[in-house]
């Protein structure tokens, strides 16, 4: 491996450059949500350790919750050791590319993978740098399997049975796309080795599958089907809409409307790897027997891959976000590997096909353009400015965490709220106004009485403290009140609770629009909470919702897409009787988003 740490350099470099850029390379909310399931184990939440898990089914989610805990204890609850984590999974990821093509391909196809990793499509690019614990981690697991799949296809061995068995059974509890990798080896050693297989081999793979899928069978033994319910849908659903339509809309989408910034790459990587399948599988270059059969194991997985993608519930419609292309990194991965194989090949040869040496240079020289354009999108000029916003600001969030781990919590409101309120917060109103946007939810007859409930549930267990629930309260009071918002302020102020406070909660809800609607970029998220604030401007209380929306707008710019720099340019366009409490609720959450020990 040590002839691959050039790449490794090259890779944390690149990566690097990315991060440091735009301060972060796509801030997704999921990320954080992971990140408080981390912080819930340093804590010591009182709660079985399973439940801590942000989803059941998402072995790899829970895997990476471990990790970024381990990142906290080394260098804080922190943006910066979030990134670290998702950085050392793309080191393992790019190690894992060059032992699996090195073992079907050989050196050179090795060296010509890293390449092709390292300067991989800017939306794989900023894809590697969400520590998610999905479908690119489980990337990891897809290529040993195939690697060590293509070591068996030249011979029965039974540590290398054993070890495919480990990482298949481990990497389905990861992922389940792990299983496809695992079908796709199963069939290909299966049609190798069909008229002699050795039996003591089989034994290992089983036996080794049982063994990695252990922690599997464990959830499943905990919480039963609720590994299989992926958001509501199961494993072997089929998609609502036709697979015409859906992929019409993708196409159209991705060469059409430009989705990803540009349809260069989109158009020259599918060629890319038709071509490499195709050359690999007649041989050109004199392409070695073995190295036809493992081209065809990486095929195989693309294969089916595709069939079972295409087939389920997952297809992805219309692209609008490079985000939504998370799903088909898999796809891009193993593809990259079969083009690292004929470009490999032709560096060998230096003969017939040498021409894909230049494919490879081409499709690299992509990634380097996607990687300077990804670079400029952000701040290169300040990139120590944002090394140190990484390592100040948290690297958690609450309320959308809680959305998923109040569920696993046994009991009513009243035993919840003692379990969330077993997080050590330095800044314990934060985690009391996560806790109400979650918890305190409409059961009553009316807001009155939903409101005195909850007053009385908090001072029974922490006297003088609700004031800093009331800020959270904005779902329940969008829940009765609606999200007319003129009606609602007016609603709020005339109820005779503390109105200052639930107009601002108010403002932190809104109408509970994310973006508007057919524009799901930042503008669009920026642009609902201008017309809120256009809504509400001249009604009593509008203040206090501007406050509030000046909170949301901390969401928007840092924990959606990491611009802070916009934020003149927001505050100036809202109504100028507004302005300076929308700056004023802005200053606030930055501060609050601050780990009081490094602001």
């Known amino acids: 491996m040590r002839s691959y740490l050039p790449w490794v350099a090259l890779l944390l470099l690149a990566r690097g450059a990315l991060v440091l ?12 949500e992971k990140a408080a399931a981390a912080k819930a184990m340093l804590d010591g939440l009182d709660l079985a350790h399973h439940h801590l898990a942000y989803h059941y089914y998402e072995g790899g989610g829970f895997v990476i919750s471990h990790l970024k805990a381990l990142a906290f204890l080394a260098f804080g609850e922190t943006l910066l050791a979030n990134k670290l984590v998702a950085a050392l999974w793309c080191v393992g990821v790019l190690l894992a590319g060059c032992w699996a093509c090195r073992q ?12 092709l990793y390292v300067f991989a499509p800017v939306t794989v690019q900023k894809l590697s740098l969400i520590s998610l614990g999905i479908h690119h981690e489980a990337c990891l697991f897809i290529l040993i399997s195939l690697g060590l799949a293509s070591r068996l296809l030249e011979k029965q061995e039974i540590r290398s049975s054993a070890l495919l068995g480990l990482c298949v059974g481990f990497g389905v509890y990861f992922s389940w796309v792990v299983a496809l990798a695992g079908a796709a080896c199963g069939l290909a050693l299966l049609w190798r080795w069909r008229s002699r297989v050795d039996p003591r081999c089989v034994g290992a793979l089983v036996v080794g599958g049982l063994v990695g899928a252990a922690p599997l069978w464990i959830m499943v033994s905990l919480v039963g089907d609720a590994v299989f319910d992926i958001h509501g849908t199961g494993l072997a659903s089929t998609a609502e809409r036709s697979l015409s339509v859906n992929l019409r809309d993708f196409l159209r989408s991705i060469y059409i409307e430009g989705a990803l910034g540009g349809v260069l790459g989109a158009l020259v990587w599918p060629a890319a790897v038709l071509s490499a399948a195709i050359f690999c599988g007649r041989g050109g270059v004199d392409f070695q027997v073995s190295r036809r059969r493992q081209a065809g194991l990486f095929s195989l997985f693309m294969v089916v891959f595709l069939v079972a993608y295409l087939s389920s519930a997952f297809v992805q419609g219309s692209v609008y976000h490079f985000f939504l292309m998370l799903r088909l990194v898999p796809l891009w991965i193993v593809g990259a590997c079969l083009v690292a194989a004929a470009v490999g090949r032709a560096w060998e040869t230096r003969a017939e096909g040498g021409a894909f040496a230049w494919v490879g240079a081409g499709l690299a020289a992509v990634g380097v353009f996607g990687l300077w354009g990804g670079v400029w999108e952000g701040q290169p000029r300040s990139m120590s400015q944002n090394l140190t916003s990484l390592n100040e600001e948290r690297g958690y969030v609450y309320s959308s965490y809680f959305e998923k781990l109040i569920p696993h919590i046994p009991g009513d409101t009243p035993e919840r709220l003692r379990v969330l309120l077993g ?32 007053l009385g549930l908090v001072e029974a267990v922490e006297p003088g403290r609700f004031s800093e629930y009331q800020l959270g309260l904005g779902p329940l009071l969008s829940a009765w009140l609606g999200t007319e918002l003129r009606s609602s ?108 020990e490094r602001s």
């Open 489 to 596: 302020l007016t609603a709020v102020q005339a109820a005779g609770m503390d109105a200052s406070a639930l107009a601002e909660a108010l403002g932190r809800t809104g109408r509970g629009l994310r973006t508007r609607k057919g524009d799901p970029t930042l503008d669009g998220a920026v642009g609902v909470l201008l017309d809120d604030l256009g809504i509400v401007e001249g009604v009593p209380g509008d203040q206090a919702f501007a406050r509030g929306a000046g909170w949301r707008l901390h969401l928007v710019l840092r924990r959606t897409v990491y611009q802070p720099w916009r934020v003149d340019d927001v505050l100036g366009a809202a109504p100028v009787g507004l302005r300076s409490s929308f700056r004023e609720g802005y200053e606030a959450a930055v501060g609050a988003g601050l780990l009081s």
């Open 21 to 32: 850029s735009l301060g972060d390379a796509f801030f997704y909310g999921e990320e954080l």
């Open 104 to 115: 079907a391909f050989g050196e050179a196809a090795a060296h010509a993978f890293g390449g």
């Open 423 to 454: 997080f050590d917060e330095d800044d314990p109103a934060l985690l009391r106004e996560a806790i109400a946007s979650e918890l305190f939810r409409r059961r009553g007859v009316s807001l009155e009485e939903d409101y005195a409930y909850y």
